[in-house]
């Protein structure tokens, strides 16, 4: 009796340490993997609230295009020369600090200033996600303005959903996108301290803009890359990422053998060890 009493006060403490471990590990893949896809829920939701012309997609056409209000024009420049021009000139006809935005299309614009890229407080480092320093409104306005200064570059897309494939999309971005941001869209390091974003927050809009226009290290696919119909079943497949269906398991924070490895040895050589420590104690 008091032989089993003290090889169960010795199982106690490793018993519980395992377990907490356990817990512990699941809840901070899980909590990882919920906040991402609860930003990219917040964020879809505002993709939507477009004011000037379009809306969310029409008809059977899987992309349509904005056209924006020249009548914002003056209130982005307002907007442009406060908050931009010290880097990009007042006209965005670029400097020393930044480039030149004329022609680039608003598509561009819209993409750096709706995640929050831009404005960037250093141009030597690489701009990351953040929240948004203008209104929709207001940066509708900027992209009008910048996009006035010079003809071309492509428009603002808006992606019916409804009108893309799930399945097509995975394959063409397994393709062309994994090798970077991973098959889970979680990104990844790439090298010389840049890395490929995790696309978690990406609205539709913001999706098929960084396709068109290529931000930062990203290549550019043009129409003579994807069509528009490709460009649409990408940002379905992406979008289903951000609330994917995790049959069979707990998500893990999506980003595979990692987080497997870690609850396969937590657990699978946790449980070993005690049922080693178990067996030692009987035999004493």
């Known amino acids: 009796m008091k032989i089993h009493k003290k090889l169960g006060r010795h199982l106690l403490v490793p018993v519980a340490l395992g377990i907490g471990a356990s ?9 990882g993997a919920g906040a991402s896809t609860t930003s990219g829920s917040a964020s879809s939701g505002s993709t939507n ?10 008809g059977n056409a ?37 480039p030149n935005l ?9 993409f750096w200033v709706s995640t929050g890229r831009m404005p960037l407080a250093d141009p030597t480092i690489q701009a990351t996600s953040k929240p948004a320093r203008f209104s929709r409104q207001q940066t509708l306005a900027i992209d009008a303005y910048v ?3 010079a003809q071309g570059g492509p428009a603002i897309p808006i992606v019916n959903l409804g009108a893309a494939s799930i399945s097509a999309g995975e394959g063409l971005f397994s393709t062309n996108c994994a090798a970077c941001h991973t098959i889970t869209g979680v990104g990844d390091a790439l090298a010389d301290s840049i890395y490929a974003p995790s696309l978690y927050p990406a ?24 069509s528009d119909q490709q460009v649409a079943d990408i940002t379905k497949y992406v979008q289903y990422l951000q609330h994917p269906n995790n049959a069979g398991g707990i998500g893990l924070g999506h980003v595979g053998p990692v987080t497997e490895g870690f609850v396969g040895i937590l657990i ?4 070993l060890m005690i049922a080693g420590y178990w067996i030692g104690g009987r035999a004493h």
């Open 23 to 31: 817990v512990s590990g699941v809840a901070l893949f899980s909590h």
């Open 49 to 58: 609230s477009v004011t000037y012309g379009g809306t969310a997609g029409s």
């Open 62 to 98: 899987p992309i349509t295009y904005l056209k924006l209000d020249p009548s914002t024009i003056g209130l982005g420049k307002t907007l442009f020369v406060e908050n931009c021009s010290s880097c990009h000139g007042d006209t965005a006809e670029g400097t020393s600090r930044a």
């Open 102 to 110: 004329q022609g680039l299309g608003a598509a561009t614009i819209d």
């Open 147 to 149: 996009s006035s200064l």
């Open 203 to 226: 609205t539709p809009t913001q999706i098929a803009e960084a396709i068109r226009t290529g931000p930062g290290n990203m290549p550019r696919f043009g129409t003579g890359n994807f």
């Open 268 to 271: 699978g050589l946790g449980s």
